[in-house]
């Protein structure tokens, strides 16, 4: 399976952005993890192919993860960005069986200004 993501880019704190990402196969979860400068790769939000999600501490309430199952995508609509939002942002899926997310897509930047 092999990941597609887009939308990244430069916002101003406050401000939103919306992230997509296309499969090129079925997956059961897909997610959106980051990566800041200097830190190590976290889990924002995690959706199953159910629709039932998860979110990180930090962005609940702010961002929400969405699918479409039928367009083998998976979106991250992020609203009241920060700055310490400001990272590369990664999409990721995998099966009902395997690897919890074996298959993962190129990083698209996120910057949030102040």
């Known amino acids: 399976v092999q990941l597609q993501a887009s939308g990244g880019g430069l916002v101003q704190a406050g401000g939103s952005l919306r992230l997509s990402c296309a499969a090129s196969?079925?997956?059961?979860?897909m997610a959106w993890f980051r990566q800041a400068p200097g830190k190590e790769r976290e889990l924002v939000a995690d959706?199953?192919?159910?629709?039932?999600?998860t979110y990180a501490d930090s962005v609940k309430g702010r961002f929400t993860i969405s699918r479409d199952n039928a367009k083998k995508a998976v979106y991250l609509q992020m609203s009241s960005l920060k700055p310490e939002d400001t990272a590369v942002y990664y999409c990721?899926?995998?099966?009902?069986?395997?690897?919890?997310?074996?298959?993962w897509g190129q990083g698209t930047l996120v910057t949030v200004s102040s």
């Open positions: 990721a899926a995998g099966r009902i069986t395997g690897l919890l997310y074996a298959y």
């Open positions: 959706i199953t192919s159910s629709s039932s999600a």
């Open positions: 196969g079925l997956t059961f979860r």
